[in-house]
């Protein structure tokens, strides 16, 4: 079953609007570098590269990931498809690529057993081969999975990936969730010097992940040279953007290894970190949610089932993080602190302040309906999430525009309510509370919630 959102209805690729993007395209570029393909597990069957190149026109993507470059049939697909450009990215329909994919590093470390994903990226076409061939050659399945799993320590491959070519970056991602976070509470470690020791300068920066933001990371002093990134991690097409890093400078495979290396972010688009899956700690089945605060004042096993609890991302960063930071937001709406560190804006996805502001569900036409207008009317969803005049999105959507004009200016502001996910579920993030909200109709569930 295809899902329903796709753009044909609309208007088809030939008529795609013009994108106008303001200060973003003059001098940076828009970058979601964590995809997957339909090959990977429990992704959407939509995610053909395509599809790819069409959403990230909506979305306002300019550089994305291929995603899963080690699975033959997707490689394939890169090699049959895309057009080198020369400069070690490769385009589609408009839009830039770069060679990427995520690898589940499953290695024994100081007598524990570990399993941490890691973002790759090649400069390459024989580059992205070579790894293949490697990982192939470690006993990974690549063919069963676009996310395969090598059997080899996270320090083990970024030195086997130096040895094939010193310019791939590594990446490790969502570093901060308890399961395949390289600071996870289940099997990651309690510093990146611990898990990559003398591998660790060749670490470009982490993925913060759903669940952190930047401003939780600097608190962490072994991170100051490390570049912080957000990508959308994206099972389905719509989650494509939902995090995202904005970098200065050239668009180029060069260009974006030095951006990660001087930090030279204009600045990155976060999730509310409450509204990731594993915020606090706590026990999913038992209904147990704990904050840092109550884990010290009550202890780390469930009061429920007396079993432990899934420790979340925020006890994490309260362990690891060593020095507090004071943040303030500027008048442009970006998270900052006194640290020279790139800033940060956390949004709300448009298709949720839609279907909040409507009263009917994300997956209707109605709310799909209302998207494709706003963002045609506008260029590209980013643009209408942080920049388009209110008067350019109200003439847009004449049926709710009061009601959703006022969405966005309060997802702009900030002024929203969230609840912390906690052990897999995902918090709540309300742009008005309940009884403020349209009244609801049943949502039609979506098959590809991640
Ligand atoms: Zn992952
Ligand atoms: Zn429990």
């Known amino acids: 079953m295809g899902e329903t959102y796709l753009v044909d209805d609309h208007y088809g690729q030939a008529e795609m609007p013009p994108v106008r993007r303001g200060t973003i395209a003059r001098v940076s570029y828009v970058a979601d570098l964590h995809i997957h393909s ?6 959407s069957r939509d995610l053909s590269l395509e599809n790819l190149a069409v959403w990230a026109k909506l979305k306002g993507i300019d550089l994305l ?13 890169i090699r049959t498809k895309l057009t080198d ?19 589940n590093c499953n290695g024994r470390q100081d007598g524990r057993s570990r399993r941490i994903h890691t973002l790759v990226f090649a ?3 024989g580059a992205m081969d070579r790894i293949g061939k490697a990982m192939a050659g470690s006993g990974a399945s690549l063919a069963g999975d676009g996310r395969p799993t090598v059997h080899m320590t996270p320090r083990e491959l970024v030195e086997t990936l130096m040895e094939i070519d010193d310019r791939c970056i590594v990446i490790p991602a969502h570093a901060w969730t308890p ?4 600071y996870g509470s289940k099997s990651g470690f309690d510093s990146l010097e611990e898990c990559f020791g003398d591998m660790l300068d060749h670490v470009a920066g982490i993925e913060t992940g759903l669940s952190s933001d930047p401003a939780m990371c600097w608190t962490v002093p072994e991170l100051d040279d490390k570049a912080l990134l957000s990508f959308s991690d994206a099972h389905s097409l719509p989650k494509m953007s939902r995090e995202l890093t904005v970098f200065n400078g050239e668009p180029s495979y060069e260009g974006l290894v030095k951006a990660m290396a001087e930090q030279d972010i204009a600045y990155t688009v976060e999730f509310f970190p409450e ?22 004042r009550y202890g780390r096993v469930c009061p429920s089932c007396a079993r432990r609890m899934t420790l979340g991302v925020m006890q994490r960063v309260a362990e690891v993080g ?5 943040t303030y937001v500027d008048e442009q709406g970006l998270t900052r602190a006194d640290n020279g560190r790139p800033p940060f804006r956390s949004l709300v996805s448009l298709q949720q302040i839609l279907s909040e502001a409507m009263g009917f569900g994300v997956n209707t036409k109605r709310v799909q309906g209302a998207y494709h207008e706003l963002v045609k009317a506008c260029g590209a969803e980013l643009t209408v999430l942080l920049e388009a005049p209110t008067d350019d999105l109200a003439s847009a959507v004449p049926q709710h ?11 702009r502001a900030g002024d929203i309510f969230v609840e912390p996910g906690f052990d897999g579920q995902f918090g709540k993030v309300q742009v008005w509370p309940d009884e403020m909200a349209a009244p609801r109709r049943p949502l039609a569930q979506s098959r590809m919630e991640l």
């Open 65 to 77: 990931a291929t995603g899963d470059f080690t699975h033959p049939v997707w490689a394939n697909e």
């Open 401 to 411: 525009g009061e009601r959703i004009v006022e969405g966005i200016a309060k997802v």
């Open 322 to 326: 060593a020095r507090p930071v004071e």
């Open 179 to 182: 399961w395949f976070g390289v």
């Open 275 to 296: 509204e990731g899956k594993y915020h606090y700690s706590g026990h999913r089945k038992c209904g147990v949610s704990y904050s840092p605060d109550d884990v010290a």
């Open 85 to 103: 450009s020369g400069d070690g990215l490769f385009s589609l329909d408009g839009v830039k690529f770069v060679l990427g994919t995520e690898l």
């Open 38 to 43: 339909p090959y990977a597990i429990s992704t």
């Open 123 to 125: 400069p390459d076409l």
